[in-house]
């Protein structure tokens, strides 16, 4: 029992996708091999048309010329809107600066902000998120504007780094707690968690920006989800680039997992899928989890944390990876597969087959890279199914490996670290159109 314990904080802290239910998609045709092409999209009117009907659904049927795009000024409490003034703070000088909304490049305020701030954003379905901005100052915002998605158990402040030297190099950025993450957006409910409608938050966030065409970068879950948006139409239409951190493509994702030419050190490495999307996974086990990874990473009930966890319910009902086959705790001992049989052995589940991916995401026609922690354990994202990335991705592909553990923002080294952003500012700077 001891030794379940022992190991449970090292296996947990990644991206975990799956049900152990298998619960259907929306979606009635299923897709059982990689490359297959999801005859769904969830723009506001699929999604409308798929049905779902919760009760912040009647907000997708506005158009984003109907959002509220006002927006709270980073550092204080004042509400802007467009191309207008924020009151001064101590970071940017004691001078004004640009709202979180102005059109890029515009500045008749007094000053700068490149250090990220926090303020909120609402969006048209009336969620409000956490975000933090960087680049509002006179050179910055002037080239584009970026998006950045955290993972499980993660939160925007993982961006700080990285948004300060986008800010250097001319960019606005935006990084927000996602739904499930920011109190103000998150519904109560595991339907409300459905990969579609978290797709959907991603370009609902954008429209309340005024972020017309931007560039997009992801980690772990949110690196699934924006692979899962790259590939949507309005991703194919705004995405200027797409730069994914320690996830392949999922639909190579999905072949590792599941099917013929499926990686079984993969499999064995992803039995926690089935764990986290277990019935009120949050809080079994006297709080396991929440007490391990919800309440480290600012989370103050297991009730809260359950929300985060229904991403991976949320993946796996839309069918966007599929789900590996699930061993018994002695046949992962006699593999050598000690994490995982840990595991098993604490929280149990039964054994089954897996399922298959059901919704492809299809080929990626936006520049892209790839970024693989070459250490990590657990997503083994420079394995051969892992490399197949670069068959769905057809416009300028870059792949990018660095000795680094699953986080590669924060590597043993700072060196590793260091080559991991330089890769991303320089995938942003170079897809980025001539003005």
């Known amino acids: 029992m001891m030794r379940a314990f022992s190991v449970l904080a090292m296996c947990c802290a990644v991206l975990v996708v799956g049900s ?27 999604l409308l048309a798929s049905g779902w009907r919760h ?42 600066f640009p709202c979180p909304n ?66 250097r190099v001319g960019y606005h950025s935006v990084a927000c707690d996602q739904r499930g993450y920011s109190p103000g957006a998150s519904p109560e409910m595991e339907a409300d968690y459905n990969y579609n409608l ?48 320690s996830i392949p493509h999922n639909d190579a994702f999905a072949g590792g997992l599941y099917g013929p030419d499926a990686d079984h050190e993969q499999q064995m490495a992803s039995q926690y899928f089935s764990i986290f999307t277990m019935p009120k996974s949050a809080s079994m086990k006297n709080n396991t989890l929440f ?36 061993y018994s705790a002695e046949y992962l001992w006699g593999q050598g597969s000690n994490h995982s049989a840990a595991q098993r052995e604490f929280f149990g589940g039964g054994e089954n087959d897996g399922l298959p991916q059901k919704v492809a995401t299809g080929e990626i026609w936006m520049p892209t890279l790839y970024v693989c922690g070459t250490d990590d354990t657990f997503i083994l994202c420079d394995h051969e199914y892992a490399r197949n990335t670069k068959n769905f991705c057809k416009k300028d592909y870059q792949h990018l490996p660095v ?30 159109p001539a003005r």
């Open 20 to 46: 152990v239910h298998g619960s259907p998609s929306n979606n009635p045709e299923t897709c059982s091999t990689p490359g297959c092409r999801s005859p769904v999209d969830a723009d506001e009117a699929s």
């Open 55 to 96: 009760a912040d659904m009647r907000a997708h049927a506005h158009s984003a010329a109907e959002e509220d795009t006002s927006a709270t000024c980073p550092g204080s409490s004042a509400v802007c809107n467009g191309n207008k003034c924020c009151p001064a703070v101590a970071e940017s000088g004691g001078k004004t």
């Open 102 to 167: 102005a059109k890029p490049g515009w500045n008749q305020c007094e000053g700068s902000l490149t250090t990220p701030l926090s303020t909120q954003v609402t969006t048209a379905n009336n969620l409000t998120f956490d975000c933090r901005f960087a680049g509002l100052d006179l050179g910055a915002g002037k080239k584009g504007n970026v998006m950045l998605l955290h993972g499980f158990p993660s939160r925007s402040s993982m961006y700080i780094p990285l948004m300060s030297e986008l800010a």
């Open 198 to 245: 978290l797709r959907h938050d991603i370009f609902s966030v954008a429209n309340a920006l005024g972020f017309h065409k931007f560039h997009v970068i992801g980690h772990d879950h949110g690196a699934v989800l924006g692979w899962y948006a790259a590939g949507s139409k309005q991703g194919q239409k705004r995405f200027l680039s797409y730069t994914a951190m």
């Open 291 to 326: 007490n391990s990874l919800g309440r480290p990473n600012g989370f103050d009930t297991s009730s809260h944390f359950q929300k985060a966890l229904w991403w991976y319910n949320g993946a796996f009902d839309v069918g966007v990876l599929s789900m590996p086959p699930s």
């Open 403 to 432: 000795a680094c553990g699953h986080f590669v923002l924060a590597c043993d080294d700072q060196e590793s670290t260091d080559k991991v952003i330089a890769g991303i500012i320089d995938r942003v700077v170079t897809a980025t």
